[in-house]
Each structure stands twice: as C-alpha cells, then as structure tokens.
C-alpha cells in the first residue's frame, strides 16, 4: 500500500502520536524509567526459543541462509554451494523462489503450547519472518 504525497505529513503525524501517547515515549531513558520486568521472566527456569521464516524451506546451516547464497565465495558453511546444488544458480532460483513454499501447513500452535507446558518452558517466542 502506497501513501500518497498529499497524506504522507498526516500519517506521519498519527504515527507520531500514536508513539508518544502510551506509557512510554521513545526514549531509552523513558523506557527504564518505566519499565519494570514482569515476574513469570524473573522466575523463569528454562525458555524456549523458535525462529522460523521462508529460510526454514531449505533448512540448511543458518538463518542467514538469504544472504549467504548469494555469495559465492566465502559463504558461511557452504550455503551458497548447497544451494546451487540443490536449488541452481541463485539468479535462476532466488530466494524469493521459496516464499511460495512456506505453508507452515503442519504447523499447530497447540501443540507446541503443550509441548512448552510440559517442557517447563515458562518463555515462548515464536516469530515467522518472511525475508
């Protein structure tokens, strides 16, 4: 979606305040004048941490996998080799090739609530990262 020029000072604007309007203003030093650490982080034993986007199609070596095929020397653990093995030469199937590939089709959300539950995980943080 595109602003036109014309709305671009408004939006702007509403954003703005939209930013200064809460608890905290955007400010480090706002922040830890405000901010207090919630208890269930303090008491925490064990945290689960996951991190899934479009590079979890070819699920090799690293996150940094959109970057790294696109090198071809020195990438980190090969990735770029891998993928042109694999996948072709990055300008004949890109990383915006995988994009369509990420159904996240078996992906169920209660399941992996229980599965934290039953892992004393107390910390969850799940992001889906189209890059």
């Known amino acids: 979606m595109f602003v036109a ?5 408004a939006t702007l604007e509403s954003v703005h305040r939209g930013a ?5 203003q955007p400010s480090w030093d706002a922040i830890a004048a ?3 650490v919630p208890a269930w982080y303090e008491d925490a034993k064990f945290g689960l941490f996951i991190h899934r ?12 996998y959109p970057r790294e095929m696109y090198i071809p020397k020195g ?13 072709g ?6 990383y915006k090739d995988f994009i369509p590939m990420f159904k996240a089709e078996k992906f169920d959300p209660a399941a992996w609530a229980r599965l934290f539950k039953t892992s004393w995980g107390h910390i969850q943080n799940q992001q889906y990262k189209p890059r």
């Open 53 to 64: 986007g479009v590079y979890s199609v070819p699920a090799f070596a690293t996150g940094w």
């Open 20 to 24: 200064t309007s809460g608890p905290f």
């Open 34 to 36: 405000a901010y207090q």
């Open 89 to 94: 030469p990055p300008d004949k199937f890109g």
């Open 5 to 9: 020029a014309a709305a671009a000072p």
């Open 75 to 87: 990438s980190r653990r090969g990735i770029h080799e891998q993928h042109v093995k694999t996948w």
